[in-house]
Structure formats: C-alpha cells, structure tokens
Antibody, heavy 118, light 107 residues
Framework: QVQLQESGPGLVKPSETLSLTCTVSGGSMSIDYWNWIRQPAGRGLEWIGRIYTSGYIDYNPSLKSRVTMSVDTSKNQFSLNLRSVTAADTAMYYC????????????WGQGTLVTVSS | EIVLTQSPGTLSLSPGERATLSCRASQSVPSSYLAWYQRKPGQAPRLLIYGASSRATGISGRFSGSGSGTDFTLTISRLEPEDFAVYYCQQYGNSPQTFGQGTKVEV
C-alpha cells in the first residue's frame, strides 16, 4: 500500500521560504504524478501543483510565481518550496498521488500544519 | 476556473439514514471528471468516487456518485458510525482543478 508522509518546519517567518518534503513508500514513483495541496483554516482545499518523475511540472496559476517543486527518485521524495510567504500561506499542507497522470488523488499524506508568523 | 458549491454545509443525520450531498459547478465539468473525498480529523483524505460515479478501490457499495454537467451528487445509502466526516468534491476536467468547500455529515 502506498503511503505518503510530509515533513518540514511547522513555523516559517513572513517573507521567507516554506520548504516541505513528501516521502513516498510502498510503491514506485515512476508512473504517477505527485501533488501538493493545501487548506487554510476555515477555507477550502487548493491544489498547488504537481510533478512527474521526468521533471514535467504543472503549477496552479495563482501560485506559479512563488512555487518550485522538485523530485528525487533515489530517495522516493518530492519537495515544495513556496517563496515570500505571508500569513495567508498558513495552512495544512498535503502531498498526494495522482495515479497514472490523472488529476484526482488516490493516496494522501496526513498533512502538516505550517504557520507563517514572526 | 470552475467554482464548486457544496450543499448543505452541514447535514445532521442518524446512523442508518440516507445522506445526499450536492456539488454544483459554475460551468459544465468536462467528461464528468468529478471526484469525492472523505476526511476525518487527523486522517488523510480518502478518495471515494472518481469519474462522477466510479468507486475507488476498497470503497463500500453504500457510497455512490451520480450526475453530469454542472450537478453532481454523492449518496450514502445507510450511514454507518464511521461515515460521519467531512466530504469534498473536486473537478479535474478543467485546469486548475478545484475543490468544493465541503459538507460535514454529523450525528
């Protein structure tokens, strides 16, 4: 069974970069797309972007100017960097798998709360 | 982008009752590319339905999805205690993919 686990700092200062890593276990990363999704408190889910092991990347236009994603198949990990964060970026961040290139998500991590505050 | 509106915001029901959750899109969802997820506190979201009506692997037959165009429904035929949770719809037929605000099914 595929499992995903997010890791990274729970507190980031305003204007700095939020960096998270998702570790994938129980399966190969090779044929699927790997996504980041977030949910601010009291608000809906927002798709951030996805990456394929070939390096193909697709970002939500609303965040594209601040987001970078990368993948390291040797470690079965993919990462998210979100630059110039503000309080509006405070959210629960999830990583999730998009099976075989589909845009729905069949496996999710439990999520990690990131707070932006000085 | 397509805006998804879920209703009701909260559904108060008892175990054994039928739950009907609605997801309405601001424009037609191409190819009925709509999914439903269940989320419980402290747990990872779980995929229930994709393609508007296809159950994900391991999902009980009491969950069913229907609809097309702009109107979609998730039905839970007989609520079990473990079904009380928040449910989200997601459209993935139009980029960027978007989610509804969620419906909480409570006892």
């Amino acid at each position: 069974q595929v499992q995903l686990q997010e890791s990274g700092p729970g507190l980031v200062k305003p204007s700095e970069t939020l960096s998270l890593t998702c570790t994938v276990s129980g399966g190969s990363m090779s044929i699927d797309y790997w996504n980041w999704i977030r949910q601010p408190a009291g608000r809906g889910l927002e798709w951030i972007g996805r990456i394929y092991t070939s390096g193909y990347i697709d970002y939500n236009p609303s965040l594209k100017s601040r987001v970078t994603m990368s993948v390291d198949t040797s470690k079965n990990q993919f990462s998210l960097n979100l630059r110039s964060v503000t309080a509006a970026d405070t959210a629960m961040y999830y990583c999730a798998r998009g099976p075989s290139g589909w845009f729905y998500f069949d496996y999710w991590g439990q999520g990690t709360l990131v707070t932006v505050s000085s | 982008e397509i805006v998804l509106t879920q209703s009701p915001g909260t559904l108060s029901l008892s175990p054994g009752e039928r739950a009907t959750l609605s997801c309405r899109a601001s424009q037609s969802v191409p190819s009925s590319y709509l999914a439903w997820y269940q989320r419980k506190p402290g747990q990872a979201p779980r995929l229930l339905i994709y393609g508007a009506s296809s159950r994900a692997t391991g999902i009980s037959g009491r969950f069913s999805g229907s609809g097309s165009g702009t109107d979609f429904t998730l039905t839970i035929s007989r609520l079990e205690p473990e079904d009380f949770a928040v449910y989200y719809c997601q459209q993935y037929g139009n980029s960027p993919q978007t989610f509804g605000q969620g419906t909480k099914v409570e006892v």
